[in-house]
């Protein structure tokens, strides 16, 4: 699967086909002898924490981005938990009140951002 010289050709060729595989899964071109542990490492059907399956290889991908079981940090008090959880804890979270610098008033979480515009 790459450029090589036409001079080259017919010997790098008889190498490919006595050294080289093509992964039937990924279609790689992996050495014949490191095909099973490829396999193995790379294609062995694995289950995440939320209990669904996939390739070994996807694993860290799915519980980095899109695992409902990741953690995540809730932006109001910073408490790690599942992702899964995190709309209806920030839902209760966010209604929590604090009283504002400026003009005293509580002021739900959730619109402390948004409140100094509304308070001058």
């Given at each position: 699967?790459?450029?090589?010289?036409?001079?080259?050709?017919?010997?790098?060729?008889?190498?490919?086909?006595?050294?080289?595989?093509?992964?039937?899964?990924?279609?790689?071109?992996?050495?014949?002898?490191?095909?099973?542990?490829?396999?193995?490492?790379?294609?062995?059907?694995?289950?995440?924490?939320?209990r669904m399956k996939m390739e070994n290889s996807l694993l860290k991908d799915h519980e980095a981005?899109?695992?409902?079981?990741?953690?995540?940090?809730?932006?109001?008090c910073d408490i790690q938990l599942a992702f899964n959880k995190l709309q209806e804890h920030e839902l209760y979270c966010g209604a929590r009140t604090e009283p504002c610098g400026r003009c005293g008033r509580h002021v739900l979480l959730r619109e402390l951002q948004e409140h100094p515009r509304a308070c001058g």
């Open positions: 699967k790459k450029d090589i010289p036409a001079v080259n050709f017919i010997i790098h060729e008889i190498h490919c086909r006595r050294n080289i595989e093509i992964c039937p899964y990924c279609s790689d071109s992996i050495p014949k002898s490191e095909m099973k542990n490829h396999i193995e490492s790379e294609h062995v059907q694995v289950t995440c924490k939320c981005s899109s695992c409902p079981l990741r953690p995540v940090l809730c932006q109001f």
